[in-house]
């Protein structure tokens, strides 16, 4: 069994805070019966005028344990990952449930949304409707006297 270190790129602090945090409440429990949702990690965005999410969630079966849905300009991914029960050592992997829930930015339609999955990557492409391009227009500024 290895015993270095983990060593993550730098970017979004937010899901190592967790595991920290998780880690130094390890002794008591943990966090995670009281928030039993992982924090997806996903990037997104617009490319040949669809709007573009891509979610890392490796080891899933997605058939069975996602879920994307679309609501009110939101668009929220949900996924489960089973663990299986062998005791052969050390896992750092994250099981449970995972969730994430993205505005969809200006003009983007919620019909024809197309979701794939590969390589432990889940790639929702919403379209996006042609925004006219805005024009700035001059108010002339009366005097009150």
């Known amino acids: ?28 429990g943990g966090w995670a019966p009281t928030f039993e949702t992982h924090l997806l990690r996903v990037e997104d965005t617009v490319e040949d005028g669809h709007y573009v ?18 609501h009110e300009g939101q668009l929220t991914i949900k996924a ?3 663990e299986k ?10 099981y449970g449930s995972f969730e994430r829930t993205v505005t969809l930015p200006a003009g983007a339609q919620d019909k024809d949304i197309d979701a794939t999955y590969a390589k432990g990557i889940l790639t929702v492409s919403v379209p996006m409707e042609e925004q006219p391009k805005e024009v700035t227009k001059k108010i002339e500024v009366k005097s009150g006297d």
């Open 1 to 28: 069994m290895s015993l270095l270190p983990v060593h993550r790129r730098t970017g979004t602090t937010l899901p190592d805070l967790e595991d920290m945090w998780n880690a130094a409440l390890m002794p008591f």
């Open 53 to 70: 999410v891509r979610a890392e969630i490796p080891g899933i079966d997605p058939a069975k344990d996602v879920e994307v849905s679309v």
């Open 80 to 82: 489960e990952r089973t």
């Open 85 to 94: 029960k062998e005791e052969k050592g050390r896992s750092e992997f994250r």
